[in-house]
T-cell receptor, first 116, second 111 residues
Framework: GAVVSQHPSWVICKSGTSVKIECRSLDFQATTMFWYRQFPKQSLMLMATSNEGSKATYEQGVEKDKFLINHASLTLSTLTVTSAHPEDSSFYIC????????????FGPGTRLTVT | DAKTTQPPSMDCAEGRAANLPCNHSTISGNEYVYWYRQIHSQGPQYIIHGLKNNETNEMASLIITEDRKSSTLILPHATLRDTAVYYCIVSSTSGTYKYIFGTGTRLKVLA
């Protein structure tokens, strides 16, 4: 149990375009989902917290108009990187927290974004 | 900033126990200790978590000191597939539930 999927697993896009990444909890309802980014040889950095049916809470320094987060249902959150630039190239990882008594987060496999 | 500190790297012989320490001296009373590991280019994998009692599951054991200021993750019989970066995180079970990752420990299991 506690499986989280991400789609796509990797994506290449041109500078100036937008990319949407989906995060799904497959066997539990996730009241809270989180988005992280990870640069090579670095740790995960929390970008934002997403609660179902409400606006996301962004960490300091993360542009909310550039990284649009939507948590439309208890099993799906999306991250849209708008007007992508090469410096947005990174590994994006989501996690989901099962609100039914289990507070640990379960992570998706990640999405490798390359902006050319 | 992360609330945990871990050694940057450790080696362990295959078949031996791997003991990974973590300091979390500013942990609050309602914060749990969580351990995850990340194998290259994958999402972190949950290992174990605890509040104040020692915990054991099929993957590992977690030993938390009585003052809760530090903990040790024990992999009883390390295999080559346990080579990964191990992260120790403290997080509350109320409020934001956020995880702030530190730099982790890069464990290398040697044949």
């Amino acid at each position: 149990g506690a499986v989280v999927s991400q789609h796509p697993s990797w994506v290449i896009c041109k500078s100036g375009t937008s990319v949407k990444i989906e995060c799904r909890s497959l066997d539990f309802q996730a009241t809270t989902m989180f988005w992280y980014r990870q640069f090579p040889k670095q740790s995960l950095m929390l970008m934002a917290t997403s609660n179902e049916g409400s606006k996301a809470t962004y960490e300091q320094g993360v542009e909310k108009d550039k990284f649009l987060i939507n948590h439309a249902s208890l099993t799906l959150s999306t991250l849209t990187v708008t007007s992508a630039h090469p410096e947005d190239s990174s590994f994006y990882i989501c996690s989901a927290r099962d609100g039914q008594g289990r507070n640990e987060q379960y992570f998706g496999p990640g999405t490798r974004l390359t902006v050319t | 900033d992360a609330k945990t500190t871990q050694p940057p790297s450790m080696d362990c012989a295959e078949g031996r126990a791997a003991n990974l320490p973590c300091n979390h001296s500013t942990i609050s009373g309602n914060e749990y200790v969580y351990w995850y590991r990340q194998i290259h280019s994958q999402g972190p994998q949950y290992i174990i978590h605890g509040l104040k009692n020692n915990e054991t599951n099929e993957m590992a054991s977690l030993i938390i000191t009585e003052d809760r200021k530090s903990s040790t993750l024990i992999l009883p019989h390390a295999t080559l597939r346990d080579t990964a970066v191990y992260y120790c995180i403290v997080s509350s079970t109320s409020g934001t539930y956020k995880y702030i990752f530190g730099t982790g420990t890069r464990l290398k299991v040697l044949a």
